[in-house]
């Protein structure tokens, strides 16, 4: 099955700092990617959906100069949280949209967690 | 509109027996509805789906109970195993495919010996 990889799969930083976060679809081009946010023992949250070559749609409440996204290619796809806090501490999961014929489900990467001092 | 309220928040179930998780939408457009297992520090992946134009669907022990007009849907574990205990994270996409998924609140099961 297709596989998606995140980059890292955790990371601690200071608050202030900036922490990029990649999705890499292993397994066929998508030309459109997911992030999702997840707190402990909650649902997935989508923040946005990724596009390549195009900006990112941003659900309503997620801030689009924090969490900047770009989809730079038809496998790449990268999260950067800026001037991070606290707060921001969370799991954060990337998707992958296969092509259309295989639309059956968007395939999940593993998961990057994030801790901000 | 767009909820879908997911039941019971946590499940014990003994070895062997069914685990049940009930969902129920709001939303008459949603028309694609997976089911995912997620296991601690992992991505989801996708279990089983079905879509509003058969009522049942089966993959293996897995079995998706699908009711239109009551608007809602389950996910039936037949002959649970301790390796099922996860958090299984019903969704539903109003596009037919898994192309924009709203999430269920989650349900956390732990299948004991």
């Known amino acids: 099955g297709a596989v998606v990889s995140q980059h890292p799969s955790w990371v601690i930083c200071k608050s202030g700092t900036s922490v990029k976060i990649e999705c890499r679809s292993l397994d066929f081009q998508a030309t459109t990617m997911f992030w999702y946010r997840q707190f402990p023992k909650q649902s997935l949250m989508l923040m946005a959906t990724s596009n390549e070559g195009s900006k990112a749609t941003y659900e309503q409440g997620v801030e689009k100069d924090k969490f900047l996204i770009n989809h730079a290619s038809l496998t790449l796809s990268t999260l950067t949280v800026t001037s991070a806090h606290p707060e921001d501490s969370s799991f954060y999961i990337c998707?992958?949209?296969?092509?259309?014929?295989?639309?059956?489900?968007?395939?999940f990467g593993p998961g990057t967690r994030l801790l901000v001092l | 509109q767009q909820q879908v309220k997911q039941s019971p928040q946590s499940l014990i179930v003994q070895k062997g027996g069914i685990s049940i998780i009930n969902c129920a939408y709001e939303?008459?457009?949603?028309?694609?509805f997976p089911w995912y297992q997620q296991f601690p520090g992992k991505g989801p992946a996708l279990l089983i789906a079905?879509?509003?134009?058969?009522s049942e669907k089966k993959e293996g022990r897995f079995t998706i109970s699908f009711n239109k007009s009551a608007k809602q849907f389950s996910l039936h574990i037949m002959d649970s195993q301790p390796g099922d205990s996860a958090t299984y994270f019903c969704?539903?996409?109003?596009?037919?495919?898994?192309?924009?998924?709203?999430f269920g609140t989650g349900t956390r099961l732990q299948v004991t010996l």
């Open positions: 969704a539903a996409s109003s596009t037919g495919t898994a192309s924009k998924l709203t």
């Open positions: 998707s992958v949209l296969p092509p259309l014929a295989l639309q059956e489900t968007q395939y």
């Open positions: 939303n008459t457009a949603f028309d694609y």
């Open positions: 079905i879509r509003p134009d058969v």
